[in-house]
């Protein structure tokens, strides 16, 4: 009889204590985990008449409100990311790529993978598109050992470019 109490208790408690703890392990606060994400800089100029046709940057004035894209591509060559951004006052683009993902470790790595294109310029006397940093092409990104750490944040900055339009009107004997 005593035995048979046993086991009915036991088997009462034992459901409500695995109950109990599934429920306080659920109440418990989930920790976050830190999220890394890349970010891409650079600076978009109008490129001096006087070195028009080279790479030259000297003399160059920066373009606010000028348009480039970045566009990463998988190891199987299909595009699995891209974004237009717009540069500040100075020409300076900031440009965080939200949702960007990496299917291949390493073949997928945003310096493999993703490069900058310039895309529009909102300057009528400066808009030609110039291969300068290979900014038609596809500027690469490098490496520029920035970390920007906050609370549960982690952010890779990569940088590219400078990259440089053109302008539309150059007197022949401005240029070399």
């Known amino acids: 009889m005593a035995n048979k109490q046993f086991i009915l208790t036991i088997s009462t ?11 306080t392990a659920h109440e418990a606060p989930a920790k976050q985990d830190k999220t890394a994400t890349v970010v891409v800089e650079g600076k ?12 030259s940057l000297t003399d160059a004035e ?52 993703c490069h900058v294109k310039l895309v529009s310029s909102p300057l009528e006397s400066c808009n030609l598109l110039s291969n300068v940093n290979n900014g038609i092409n596809g500027s690469p990104l490098r490496f520029e050992n920035k970390v920007v750490f906050g609370k549960n944040y982690e952010a890779v900055v990569y940088g590219s470019g400078p990259l440089a339009f053109r302008p539309t009107n150059c007197d022949p004997e401005t240029t070399h």
């Open 62 to 113: 920066p373009i606010p409100a000028a348009k480039v894209s970045v566009i990463c591509k998988n190891h199987k060559k299909r595009v699995s990311y891209y974004n237009a951004f717009e540069t500040d006052k100075n020409g300076y683009f900031y440009a965080e790529l939200k949702d960007f993902k990496m299917t291949h470790y390493l073949l997928d790595h945003p310096l493999h993978a």
């Open 13 to 23: 408690l034992l459901p409500l204590a695995f109950l109990a703890a599934t429920a």
């Open 44 to 55: 978009v100029y109008c490129q001096s008449c006087k070195y028009f046709g080279s790479w």
